[in-house]
């Protein structure tokens, strides 16, 4: 365990997919004991929150952003909650870590407080009280990585006392919706990638082809799926061929790939990929979602 005062960074990249497998048959079992556990964690955190000190934590973070000149952080509860999970872990260990044996990770944390995110840090951080914690925020230049970090707009703090000594989570972090549509596409492309690496196959080319960004855009204002499928070989829309594998689909958080991505990706005859998105609002989504068009083929 550090000294008196302490303090460990967990850094995030772009949000990374539960790893599900694709079999039909097994995902209601999956499905189920992700649930299963959102609700044993969520409900551990729960039964140590302190609302009070969360509240003070963001003024001192926000106070120590004011100082550098940035503008201050967002609160919010979901991430409270997923900083919740990990300080309690903490306190009960006493001792800083990403990642507690059985515990989920950061990630996999902010998902199942439901706050999925484009990317996010933690801070670890141990004070004998609040009133020692700004002196740690100037003092300690690693902080800095993920409080001044300025693609970090939200934030939600934990804290538990535990003895003489205050544990404290901070989770930070960036919303999908501050993301390009550019992002987006090279987030979803990295996470198919991704399995290809899991599969131990040649990840795919990836192609730009910008006519499906304006199909999923013509889906956001039809709110509609249905789209002729586009064949990647003479650039029209039409009937593809045997190796072309087209899906079409919307998501919140564009860092999960559905299930028949997972069996389509590591097919080993195609080797090249495009990708489109869209942010859109419609009737049934009125808050807006992201909409996908995302193409295997041969090339």
């Not at 407080?113 to 996010?120: D, G, K, R």
């Not at 045997?242 to 919140?252: E, K, M, P």
């Amino acid at each position: 365990m550090p000294g008196e005062d302490g303090i460990l960074l967990n850094f995030a990249g772009l949000a990374t997919n539960y790893g599900i497998k694709s079999r039909t048959r097994g995902l209601g079992r999956v499905m189920v004991f992700l649930v299963l556990v959102a609700f044993s964690w969520r409900a551990r955190a729960q039964e140590n929150r302190d609302a009070p000190m969360e509240d003070k934590l963001l003024a001192i973070m926000n106070q120590a952003r004011a100082n550098a000149n940035m503008p201050p952080l967002t609160a919010d509860k979901r991430l409270n909650e997923a900083a919740a999970m990990h300080a309690t872990e903490f306190a009960q260990n006493g001792r800083m870590a990403d990642q507690f044996e059985g515990e989920p990770s950061l990630l996999e944390r902010l998902r199942l407080a439901q706050a999925p995110c484009a990317s996010a840090g933690e801070i670890m951080l141990t004070a004998r009280d609040l009133d020692h914690v700004p002196e740690e925020l100037v003092r300690n230049d690693t902080i800095k990585q993920v409080l001044l970090n300025p693609k970090f707009s939200m934030a939600g703090f934990a804290a538990i006392q535990s003895g003489s000594q205050l544990f404290i989570v901070a989770n930070l972090a960036r919303p999908f919706q501050s993301l390009t549509i550019d992002e987006v596409e090279t987030l979803i492309a990295d996470a198919v990638q991704r399995l290809r690496t899991d599969n131990k196959l040649v990840p795919f080319k990836v192609i730009p082809m910008r006519q499906l960004r304006g199909l999923t855009c013509e889906m956001a204002k039809k709110d509609s799926l249905k789209v002729q499928p586009v064949n990647p070989y003479v650039g029209y829309i039409g009937t593809p061929s045997q190796h072309v594998r087209n899906f079409v689909f919307t998501t919140f958080d564009p860092g999960t790939l559905p299930a028949n991505v997972h069996a389509a990706g590591d097919d080993p005859r195609i080797n090249s990929m495009s990708v489109g998105a869209c942010f859109g609002s419609s009737p049934t989504y009125p808050a807006g979602t992201y909409w996908i068009y995302l193409m295997f083929y041969r090339k």
